[in-house]
């Protein structure tokens, strides 16, 4: 008969036993009190299914994972059921393939090919080696997680992913819209089978014998060994190169670090391999290590692809091929020198797919919060870009080469920015997106959708220029009944126009880019759709005098002669009030050849700085904005005759005080 202190004593063994696996459920490890990534829902209730050989191992790992203070979870996943051998399969190269390899290569890197296979993004661009952090994802650049299911063919599922990855960024595409097959390269590339094989001799099969992947949809995957039999699929998903990622060629050894984050820059993704354990099957979530790499004389059993990074974990970002039921949702982040990850690190290059004829032409919302009016002339892409509020509106001109487009932009007179520069943008999407990888450009991504019916920015009075004939920026006037905002940056000419605007829709709108030499301008000009016209051509202009322009020669455009809108005077320098005892504005101080103002209030005990705003030429004077918790000030600033500056000052108090309207004179 089971006493009651025997009975208390086993309750309490049971409790105290119980104790570590309370606290793994809730993220404390007993022996440090560290606090570790919390074990999923989805896993906790799988868990109560899974078998009993399984739940042991799992507290045999947990117990393993405490003691050692790691920082990543197990759980009963979608493969933690099956064997090793199912769920991997690669197979060891040959040493007479690992030597045959090495001397295909030669001396040829990947870092060798990145500067002539046409990508341009090793750099620059918004994946760097040097920066902390990168996800291919975020960049559209990997396609949805599949699942080999239990077939050792995860070397097929690590090159398909590897060139589907590559597909992305060299053709723009959307990821759910490329699927490629893994059965047909099981089938037909001589890589292997169900029982193993190698990524690498896929890619040597696609470009020896410049073969092509089938669509999924045309090759279904099966998860077994099948004849194959030679397709004539209308797929585009052809490769034009491979290459290893270690310098000396040796794909039976492991990368580095900095080796796999460039190649990973440079194609999107790497293929490399692993040695999978009972713990990376379990693996759940966290930052996953197993057991240091073997450098020197590593083995593997499984290819995953590598599509990102994080130093802060010191991790990579693995995409593997078990569905999305294991790890954070087919994902694992894993520790730079753990399991022997890296080896055999590997980059394909898709060929680019001519037949994608991918369409900019259309109205974008940029992420700077402004509306962008783009269109393709050939190669050639035109814009014209501006904010709302008319802080900035610029010009680009650029050309598309596969998924990128290269080129500069030019701020121009209809905003009060005066920025120009290089800047490098990424098409996605199929079109419907852009993204900048380089340039001092604020807008980073630009989304395409639907004109607004309303709403549209109209013109503007000028909002910077110049008064000399060897500098055509400003505000000019066209006999077409257009405004067109030029700017002249060294010999470069950029400019906006547009007719009368209604709703913020004009009767026609185009960007111009071109060369000045002397008083010669040559001009290449595209409608943008703003509105709908689809006009382009080449311009010669002749710029005679301070404030004409004429055209020379060039069809299909309506415009002949261009007039300058003159500026206001240059009002530049500190004035003071000439009442020394103003109860108001004491000083104005105008900078940045009349295009900043700041202004200081009366106060005690010494005079309270507005601010600084942008200075507008309106007509002969000028206006300016203060706004503030107390109210809304806007200025016009005239130089008088004599010297003066006068100052309109209209006041729209925040509180119960009425509006209030002064004339203030100030001199230098």
């Known amino acids: 008969m089971f006493s009651i202190p025997n009975l208390r004593s086993a309750l309490r063994s049971a409790f105290i036993a119980f104790l570590p696996i309370m606290a793994w459920i809730a993220g404390v490890q007993p022996a440090t009190g560290q606090v570790l990534p919390e074990l999923p829902n989805v896993y906790k209730v799988r868990e109560t299914q899974a078998p009993t050989v399984v739940q042991q191992r799992l507290i045999q ?21 099956l064997t090793i051998k199912e769920i991997t399969g690669e197979i060891e190269a040959t040493p007479a393939e690992v030597q045959g390899l090495k001397t295909l290569f030669g001396n040829r890197t990947f870092i060798g090919v990145i500067s002539d296979d046409g990508d341009g993004s090793s750099s620059g661009g918004p994946c760097s080696a040097s920066a902390a952090k990168f996800d291919s994802r975020n960049n559209n650049q990997v ?4 699942n080999q299911l239990g077939c050792g063919s995860c070397w097929a599922f690590a090159a398909v992913a590897g060139y589907e990855s590559n597909y992305l960024k060299v053709n723009g ?37 410049n073969r092509k992947l089938c669509t999924e949809a045309q090759a279904p995957y099966t998860a077994n060994d099948k004849a194959c039999a030679p397709s004539s699929c209308t797929s585009p ?21 900095a080796d796999i984050k460039a190649a990973i820059c440079k194609y999107g993704s790497v293929v490399v391999s692993c ?28 290819a995953v692809l590598l599509v990102g990074w994080d130093d802060s974990k010191g991790a990579w970002l693995m995409k593997n091929s078990w569905g999305t039921g294991w790890g954070e949702n087919g994902y694992m982040w894993i520790k730079y020198n753990t399991s022997n990850i890296g080896r055999r690190a590997c980059w394909v290059k898709a060929k680019r797919n001519t037949g994608t004829q991918v369409s900019l032409n259309g109205y974008y919302k940029g992420n700077d919060n402004g509306h962008y009016y783009i269109r393709t002339v050939g190669n050639k892409v035109y814009w014209f870009g501006e904010h709302p509020n008319g802080n900035w509106a610029n010009v680009f001109q650029g050309t598309l080469s596969g998924s990128q487009i290269t080129g500069k932009f030019y701020d121009v007179p209809k905003g009060r920015a005066t920025g120009s520069g290089n800047l490098t943008l990424e098409v996605n999407n199929n079109g419907n997106g852009l993204v900048k990888l380089s340039g001092g450009f604020g807008g980073t991504n630009w989304t395409k959708m639907a004109l607004p019916a309303s709403g549209l920015p109209g013109n503007r009075d000028g909002q910077f220029g110049a008064t000399v004939q060897s500098d055509v920026s400003g505000r000019w006037t066209c006999n077409d009944g257009g405004i067109y905002y030029i700017r002249q940056v060294g010999s470069a000419v950029a400019w906006f126009g547009e007719a009368s605007n209604t709703n913020g829709k004009p009767g026609f709108a185009n960007v111009g880019v071109g060369t000045r030499s002397g008083n010669n301008i040559t001009l290449g000009w595209a409608d943008v759709p703003k509105c709908g016209l689809s006009g382009q051509g080449t311009l010669q202009l002749s710029v005679s005098g301070v404030n004409t322009i004429a055209k020379t020669s060039g069809g299909g455009f309506g415009g002949t002669q261009w007039t300058r809108q003159s500026l206001g005077p240059n009002i530049t320098g500190t004035w003071k009030n000439v009442d020394a005892n103003t109860g108001s504005v004491t000083r104005v101080v105008v900078t940045n050849n009349s295009t900043k103002v700041q202004c200081f209030g009366k106060c005690s005990p010494s005079d309270c700085d507005w601010g600084t705003v942008n200075l507008s030429p309106n007509g002969t004077k000028y206006k300016a904005v203060f706004d503030s918790n107390v109210a809304t000030r806007n200025l016009d600033l005239e130089l008088l005759s004599n010297g003066q500056l006068r100052v309109n000052m209209k006041s729209v108090f925040k509180d119960n005080r009425p509006t209030q309207n002064a004339t203030l004179t100030f001199k230098k």
């Open 61 to 81: 790992t947990r117990n393993e994972i405490r003691a050692q203070n790691l920082q990543f979870n197990v759980g009963f996943t979608s493969v933690s059921a």
């Open 143 to 146: 396609t949805p997680v599949r």
């Open 237 to 257: 998903y052809f490769a034009e190169a491979w290459g290893i990622v270690r310098p000396d060629n040796d794909i039976s050894k492991i990368a580095a670090v």
């Open 275 to 302: 040695l999978v354990t009972q713990k990376f099957q379990d693996y759940t979530n966290g930052v996953f290590f197993d057991f240091t790499s073997n450098t020197s004389s590593p083995s593997s059993n499984h």
């Open 173 to 209: 595409v959307a990821p759910n819209t490329v699927d490629a097959s893994e059965q047909y390269a099981l089938n037909c590339s001589g890589g292997g089978n169900c029982g193993g094989g190698l990524t690498y001799k896929v890619f040597q099969w696609m470009i020896n014998n």
